[in-house]
């Protein structure tokens, strides 16, 4: 019973971190229609972050906070310099654009940090907390309780304000959008930001439990993409809620089939959605984009 | 740490090694002055000299270069200098084979020796045993190196059958752990690992419990992790290497797990201490050297190493090499010459070569009888807590 209900929490824990990196990836669908294949890096980018300035003496929490910012103006001068160029033609050319971002800034990570894991020092290094025999670890708890505020956040901001309203229009239908006055180039352009800073966020809040090195984005990438191929592409509840489930497939998978096959049998759940369900199991109508 | 210490040192270490010690030039130019290349025996060093496992290979060339310095200020091998010629295959197994292949046609070496991975190892001495050169192997340790029927193979490091026989029989002998379990990487390094230690482990009395496996790479060990509690074992040996070992003690202390930690040489070193910190303080592994005091032989060689690099060699990487350097010039010597074949003869009956990784005696098919080590990480530090005779 014990050993159901570890399992259970260790996934919700490890689903709320894709929740948080997926949220990135589909807001950056929804309004570009892109399929960024750099959006592991940017989780690389903010671990590397937060490593730089806690080796400088800046305290963990503080970096987390700063990681937002500096994975934002690196997302920013990306889309200046690999996307932006390319908004008038088709999208596949800023999908390609978007593999060699991430390969160009796995190799910069490389040459400014040496391909070696490293270690970011958390105050909760080490911590753990123990309720009715189940554990987890207070770094993970942190994890959780960031991504969970920040998907919060991100929902209230749509739904609710000025820029959600006109993100949630330039999403659906750029053309009458910027019929009706939104500047759709520039609510692209935050929303991008906005979605690289969160995942920066995710980064450097993986990075005490995971250890952090250049190649770490690849798999946080692919776990995203599955994330977002379940909730529905561009769906942000269903990013959210899609986090969770993968999660939790995973553990489940892990514990009780075969450690082995755990990565096999979370891509299998993604081929079956896609031949049954193409449009994402949370998505009700096509269209209902961000 | 900084990047910019990290850098200072990097160029430093860099141009340590760009630049040979003045008397090695000398000696070497004085030398070829008058009769060129049959004053010289020649060693080809390969292996990986640049990207990231470029530390390790590092450590091989200032191993072999130390030994090869030490033997030719004491007068060098039947009136011969040595030559250490070391070449980076980038840790790629095209790049091993053609500066194998270089080495062979164009500098026309001697002797061999290299390199960093076992697969890289297989393919570049199909080149060097069509001309029967004598190839020394003192990192790789899959077991299959001397399977393959060469002559000219010699493998002065234990392999990985060896290295859990050792570990199994020091588990059942001095610790009380008799139901384990294991989480292994799951390759063939990792299954290899894992299914020689089950077989050995049930053999003499003891139980591996259950057996979780994980992909390189992967960073997340909770569900193994939680599914090897549920088991209560004793102890966990962790079938793999550091960057996910480390991980794996971490995120086992998370859950609650507190047992014996077990693991493989893959802890040797400093790095497992840096990236596991306090999870991986007790973990118990399988070891072929470290820099402990009260040896003479390895004392001397720690200091020579200490005085020329400015750093201690904390692992077997430079020990390894050094020692396949001399076991070379003891061949030479007995051979009386250093043409190929004769060397391989003399090196096979070379018995009890005492190196600093210990002595060295070859089978055969030209794996040494070399022992394993058992080490532990006691108070953020590695130590020997026994050692064969």
Not at chain 1, 159 to 183: K, M, N, Q
Not at chain 1, 230 to 246: K, S, T
Not at chain 1, 269 to 276: H, S, T
Not at chain 2, 227 to 243: C, E, T
């Amino acid at each position: 019973m014990s050993e159901l209900a570890q399992t259970i929490v260790n996934g919700l824990a490890v689903g709320t971190l894709y929740s948080l990196i997926a949220l990135g990836l589909t807001l950056i669908y929804g309004v570009m229609n892109l399929s960024n294949f750099a959006q592991g890096e940017f989780a690389m980018i903010g671990g590397f972050a937060a490593l730089y300035l806690v080796n400088h003496g800046v305290s963990y929490p503080v970096a987390v906070i700063l990681s937002f910012g500096v994975a934002g103006i690196i997302g920013f001068i990306v889309h200046l310099l690999a996307y932006h160029p390319l908004r008038k033609s088709e999208h596949i050319n800023m999908m390609l654009s978007s593999l060699g971002v991430s390969l160009f800034l796995v190799n910069l990570a490389q040459y400014l940090f040496s391909p070696n894991p490293q270690v970011v020092d958390s105050p909760l290094a080490g911590r753990n907390l123990e309720v009715f025999g189940i554990f987890i670890s207070q770094q993970r708890i942190l994890i959780v309780a960031v991504s969970l505020v920040l998907c919060g956040l991100t929902y209230m901001l749509l739904e609710y304000t000025r820029f959600g309203r006109a993100v949630r229009a330039a999403s659906l239908d750029p053309d009458t959008a910027t019929l009706y006055g939104i500047p759709t180039r520039r609510i692209s352009f935050m929303t991008f930001v906005l979605g690289v800073a969160l995942t920066g966020v995710a980064g450097a809040l993986i990075a005490p439990v995971y250890n952090i090195y250049p190649y770490m984005g690849v798999s946080l990438t692919t776990k995203a993409f599955v994330v977002v191929v379940l909730g529905g592409m561009g769906n942000v509840v269903g990013a959210i809620v899609g986090g969770l489930i993968v999660g939790l497939i995973e553990s489940l998978a892990g514990g009780y089939i075969s450690s082995g096959f755990q990565d096999a049998i979370v891509f299998g759940v993604l081929f079956l959605v896609l031949v049954f369900r193409p449009q994402g199991i949370l998505t009700k109508v096509q269209g209902e984009k961000v | 740490m900084s990047i910019a210490s990290t850098a200072v040192v990097g160029i430093s270490l860099l141009a340590g090694c760009a630049a040979p010690p003045k008397g090695v030039e000398q000696a070497a130019a004085g030398a070829s002055g008058n009769a060129e290349a049959a004053s010289e025996i020649k060693i080809g060093l390969v292996t990986q000299l640049s990207g990231g496992g470029a530390l390790y290979g590092k450590q091989m060339e200032h191993g072999a270069q130390l030994a090869v310095d030490e033997i030719n200020e004491a007068g060098g091998v039947l009136g011969k200098k040595l030559k250490l010629i070391a070449q980076d295959d980038q840790a790629n197994p095209s790049e091993s084979v053609k500066v194998t292949q270089r080495l062979v046609t164009e500098d026309r070496i001697d002797a061999w020796m290299g390199t960093l991975k076992s697969s890289d190892t297989m393919t570049d001495l199909t080149i060097t045993s069509k001309q029967n050169i004598p190839s020394f192997v003192p990192i790789a340790v899959a077991d299959k190196i001397t399977e393959l029927g060469y002559s000219n193979v010699f493998r002065n490091v234990s392999n990985n059958t060896m290295q859990v026989k050792a570990l199994v029989d020091y588990i059942l002998k001095s610790q009380p752990h008799k139901h384990v379990a294991i989480i292994s990487e799951n390759t063939d390094y990792g299954r290899g690992l894992s299914e020689a230690f089950t077989k050995a482990f049930t053999e003499g009395g003891g139980q591996v419990v259950n057996t979780e496996y994980y992909n390189v790479g992967q960073k997340e060990f909770s569900d193994q992790l939680t599914k090897i509690k549920a088991k209560q074992p004793d102890a966990i040996v962790i079938s793999g290497l550091v960057a996910e070992g480390a991980l794996i003690a971490k995120q086992a202390q998370d859950i609650g797990l507190k047992t014996q930690l077990y693991s493989y040489g893959g802890f040797m070193g400093s790095a497992p201490i840096k990236l596991g910190g306090q999870a991986v303080e007790g973990l118990i592994h399988s070891e072929y050297f470290t820099p402990v005091k009260g040896d003479k032989k390895i004392e001397a060689f720690v200091d020579a190493y200490q005085k020329k690099y400015g750093e201690i060699p904390d692992s077997y990487y430079s020990a390894a090499t050094y020692d396949a350097v001399y076991l070379y010039a003891e061949g030479v010597k007995k051979a009386g010459s250093a043409e190929g074949a004769k060397v391989n003869d003399s090196l096979r009956a070379i018995k009890d070569f005492a190196g600093v990784m210990g002595g060295v005696s070859f089978d055969e098919k030209g794996q040494a009888s070399t022992k394993v080590w058992i080490g532990q990480i006691k108070d953020g530090k590695q130590e020997v807590i026994y050692r064969p005779e």
